[in-house]
C-alpha cells in the first residue's frame, strides 16, 4: 500500500513539472511529500530487517552464496 502511494505521488509530480514546469511549488511540494513516503518506507524496511524471521533469510541467502562458490574440483573458493 505504501509503495502504491509512492508511485501515485511520483507520478503526481512528473505530471505537475511537465505541465507548470521544474521550480514549480507545486512540484517541490510533492517532491517533500515523496521523500516523507520514501523515508517512511525505507524505516519500514529497516524493522523488517531486525526481526528473527529477516535475519535467518539473509544467513540463508550467504550460506547460500558460499556453498555455490567453488572451483571445478570442489575446492571452496576464497570470498571477500
Known amino acids: 500500500m505504501l509503495l502504491e502511494a509512492i508511485e501515485k505521488k511520483r507520478a503526481q509530480m512528473i505530471e505537475t513539472a511537465q505541465v507548470h514546469g521544474l521550480h514549480s511549488k507545486k512540484v517541490l511540494q510533492y517532491s517533500q511529500e515523496l521523500d ?37 574440483a570442489n575446492q571452496p573458493l576464497e570470498l571477500k
Open 36 to 72: 516523507k513516503l520514501i523515508d517512511l518506507y525505507q524505516s519500514q524496511l529497516q524493522i523488517q530487517d531486525k526481526s528473527p524471521k529477516r535475519k535467518f533469510v539473509l544467513f540463508k541467502r550467504k550460506f547460500c552464496l558460499k556453498k555455490r562458490a567453488t572451483t571445478k
